[in-house]
């Protein structure tokens, strides 16, 4: 029994990986009808209904007792929303979905050290060196676009770097609401908040791009809300439940690798050797910093 549910939370969370690698090519798509704004208020909208499905956010709901709470919620919900996908969206009209992927390899080392330095957790050396050795590949990553520091594209780069870094400190603060509430009841109760901060970005033009939108954007819209967030946040959560099936090491690592073939292959963008020279450099100073690690009970 124990190994029918190792292997299912194994096989659930590379095929959930697979999902979240190729939705920067699908971001990529998107984009060619809509803008970065049109495409957030597109793919939280088209699943805020369906929030109100899930028990786990009225249990959540339940247990904010507190302003602390509840501005600690809304931060995450900021965060995981608007912060993170905005800067994502606009990053990837000036950078390509490949190097997107590989940048976003830089999210767990962030996590690492955000935790040190918030948290007060111990800020050991294969942190320090692993931080060093992907903000390396960072560097090379962006220097290999066109093989010389431009604007454009290394505004990109801080664009999605800034999104990831959005994504690492939602992790951290997220931390120490889990001896409160259920880290999907918080990821529930941050999708509610966060959507509903999406309202002042909803205009005319935004709307009127999103009621236009042709088949194959709403298919990517689709694959970007239904899939990657509805779905495969519960399949996330569902599956850290069964900490002693496995780590996620191996599928954070075939995250920004999944994610920059995506790239190379449907979209045809290039790639060249200081590029991949960066990217296998990102994912070097993961094997240093691996902050999401489940322990066995």
């Known amino acids: 029994m124990e190994k029918k549910t190792g292997l299912w939370v194994n096989v659930s969370l590379f095929l959930l990986f697979l999902v979240w690698a190729n939705s920067y090519t699908f ?74 992927a590989l940048v976003a390899g830089f999210s767990p080392v962030i996590t690492g050290i955000l935790s040190s330095i918030i948290l007060k957790e111990k800020l050991e050396k294969k942190r320090i060196v692993g931080l060093i050795i992907s903000l390396v590949g960072v560097i090379t990553l962006t220097y290999g676009i066109s093989h010389k520091f431009e604007v454009k594209n290394s505004l990109g780069v801080l664009l999605s770097l800034s999104s990831v870094t959005s994504w690492a400190l939602a992790t951290v603060t997220s931390k120490s609401l889990y001896k409160k509430f259920k880290p999907i009841e918080v990821n529930t109760l941050g999708l509610f908040f966060g959507t509903l901060a999406l309202i002042p970005f909803a ?38 439940e069964y900490k002693e099936a496995s780590t996620t090491a191996t599928f954070i690592y075939l995250n ?42």
């Open 27 to 100: 971001i990529k798509i998107a984009e060619r009808q809509l803008e970065p704004v049109s495409l957030v208020l597109a793919r939280f909208f088209i699943i805020f209904p369906f929030l109100f499905l899930f028990k786990d956010f009225y249990t959540g709901l339940k247990k904010i007792q507190s302003i602390a709470d509840f501005l600690k919620i809304l931060f995450v919900g900021l965060l995981i929303v608007p912060s993170y996908h905005i800067f994502l969206n606009t990053a990837e009209t000036m950078i390509n979905a490949s190097v997107a």
């Open 256 to 297: 920004p690798i999944i994610g920059s073939l995506s790239g190379v292959i449907f979209l045809k963008e290039p790639m060249n050797f200081v590029m991949i020279l960066g990217g296998v450099t990102i994912i070097l100073g993961l094997f240093f910093v691996n902050p999401l690690k489940m322990e066995k009970k």
């Open 203 to 240: 205009k005319a033009m935004f709307v009127q791009q999103i009621f236009t939108m042709n088949t194959q954007t709403l298919i990517a819209v689709l694959y970007l809300g239904v899939l990657c967030i509805l779905i495969g946040y519960a399949v996330w959560f569902k599956a850290l």
